[in-house]
């Protein structure tokens, strides 16, 4: 019998995605890990993840990791990974924006990540809620995105969607 619980939290910006799925894992967990796939380019992020991590407190560990999620072992583990559309941009860029390239490598990494007993909560946001770009690469990484997403729905046991910082159960 498997103890792997797979949840996915999606919304946009500001729906209050992380503030949800911070209080399941810690209804999972007295001391989850929090897997960080954002690469820190400026000081704005750089306070936006100063108040994550302090409303998180000390009873979180925190794991970076840009792309290749599956070399961690979360075995018996709560992992919250925020966010899924940071580390899609991560691999998006760095296959050269190739769609299907990049999206194969998200898979893998996906499968083996979470080939593992374990809780994992993905964060992840709704781009392509909005209008469609006038741009080609955005178009593509909207496709991407939400291609990656709906992989990730169907693999999980839980989804919700969160609108204006109500969570939403729709799976």
Known sequence: MSDKNIILVTGGQRSGKSEFSESLALKHSATPVYLA???V??????????IHQNRRGPDWTTVEEEIELGRHDMTGKT?????????????????????QSSLAKLKEEFTKFTSHDATYIFVSNEIGSGGVSPNAMTRRFTDIQGWFN????????????TVAGIPVKIK
């Open 37 to 39: 796939t954002a690469h």
């Open 79 to 99: 992992v919250l990974i925020d966010c899924v559309t940071m580390w899609v941009t991560n691999v998006f860029f760095k296959y050269n924006e190739d769609v």
């Open 41 to 50: 380019m400026d000081d704005e992020f750089r306070e936006r993840v100063r």
């Open 150 to 161: 709906q992989f990730i729905a169907s693999l999980a046991d839980e989804v919700y969607l």
